[in-house]
T-cell receptor
């Protein structure tokens, strides 16, 4: 398995500001992902964080709104930019240690935008 | 487009009961299927992974089966306990992509 931590665990932010969420894994992993879980909904993939290159975004998500960094094989950040109340969600990172294998999730970051 | 459905959306059972959670999917060309539990306000805990060549996996009181031809997976929980109360999510990947496609989950309540 993998031990994954996220910072912050929760935050309350004002409309128009940005928040950067960190994801740290206890070992090197091949794949890192960012998901969003809106209230009462299931999880939706935002993007795949690629080490050393630009993230791969899913339909409906763009780099200007959700810039992602992955400087090495154990760390990634997701920024939620120019926030609106509709961005209020739980944001989760997940990792896959070996290709085509089990995915593990972090504890999530609960974001509330006022 | 792959769609994952979990029925029922909510389930309440007395402690000690054996129960089955269902997951169905529209495209049988899947690669892996994973079952997770999510406690309120928390992240996801991986329970079982069934890879494409497998038909079932077991861990303790949990058994998950996969029938790709019929587009179904089931999660069997034996001798349920109040600590099993959580939302159970199934998710799958398809060939060529690591993206997990999730169902909306079944919220399980086990009453003492």
């Amino acid at each position: 398995s993998a031990v994954i931590s996220q910072k912050p665990s929760r935050d309350i932010c004002q409309r128009g500001t940005s928040l950067t969420i960190q994801c740290q894994v206890d070992s090197q992993v091949t794949m890192m992902f960012w998901y969003r879980q809106q209230p009462g909904q299931s999880l939706t993939l935002i993007a795949t964080a690629n080490q050393g290159s630009e993230a791969t975004y899913e339909s409906g998500f763009v780099i200007d709104k959700f810039p992602i960094s992955r400087p090495n094989l154990t760390f990634s950040t997701l920024t939620v930019s120019n926030m609106s109340p509709e961005d209020s969600s739980i944001y989760l990172c997940s990792v896959e240690k070996w290709q085509d294998n089990e995915q593990f999730f972090g504890p999530g970051t609960r974001l509330t935008v006022l | 487009k792959q769609e994952v459905t979990q029925i029922p959306a909510a389930l309440s059972v007395p402690e000690g009961e054996n129960l089955v959670l269902n997951c169905s999917f529209t495209d049988s060309a899947i690669y892996n299927l994973q079952w997770f539990r999510q406690d309120p306000g928390k992240g996801l805990t991986s329970l079982l992974l069934i890879q494409s060549s497998q038909r079932e996996q077991t861990s303790g009181r949990l058994n998950a089966s996969l029938d790709k031809s019929s587009g179904r997976s089931t999660l069997y929980i034996a001798a349920s306990q109040p600590g099993d109360s959580a939302t159970y999510l199934c998710a799958l990947t398809q060939g060529g992509s690591e993206k997990l496609v999730f169902g909306k989950g079944t919220k399980l309540t086990v009453n003492p």
